[in-house]
């Protein structure tokens, strides 16, 4: 059994202000890459209105993601946490990796903007539930106070 509150505390150890983003952003994606059955945990970060790939851990992965595309760019569009419990039947999916099938997005807002989402990707169906859309919530909420 995952130790989600665990998670959370160590995710608040590396929320430094002091440090750019992408370091902050480079730790957390580690710390995510903790959860149990998972195989990618990163960020993409809003540019232009196009997200970017940022920090992450896992395998390569897209670079580029527009508004409303697939589950990252849907999330961006829509402001919300997106949990796909088979990315086959998600209209428009961005295959990144074959080895993925299910999948959860948080939106990170700064001033009630989107600056990016968190990804996670796993490699078996319904693999993410509401106790780790409360934990990605908390963080995006914890990584919205950097400086971005």
């Known amino acids: 059994m995952q130790d989600y ?10 929320i430094d202000n002091t440090l ?13 890459n903790q959860l149990d059955d998972i195989n990618w945990a990163g960020f993409y970060l809003v540019k ?30 829509k402001e919300e946490t997106i949990i796909v419990p088979d990315v086959n039947k998600f209209p428009g999916h961005i295959a990144c990796s074959s080895k993925s099938k299910s ?14 989402v968190i990804d996670i990707d796993a490699p078996i169906y319904d693999r993410f539930h509401e106790e780790e859309k409360i934990l990605l919530e908390e963080i995006a909420k914890l990584l919205s106070s950097i400086n971005y």
């Open 20 to 32: 750019p983003f992408y370091t902050v952003l480079s730790n957390i994606s580690a710390v995510l």
């Open 5 to 14: 509150q665990l998670l959370l505390e160590q995710a608040k150890t590396h």
């Open 103 to 116: 999948e959860i997005v948080t939106p990170i807002f700064k001033e009630s903007k989107v600056i990016g």
């Open 48 to 77: 232009d209105d196009t997200l970017y790939l940022g920090p992450f851990q896992g395998e390569v992965a897209c670079t580029v993601i527009k508004k409303g595309k697939g589950v990252c760019g849907t999330s961006f569009q």
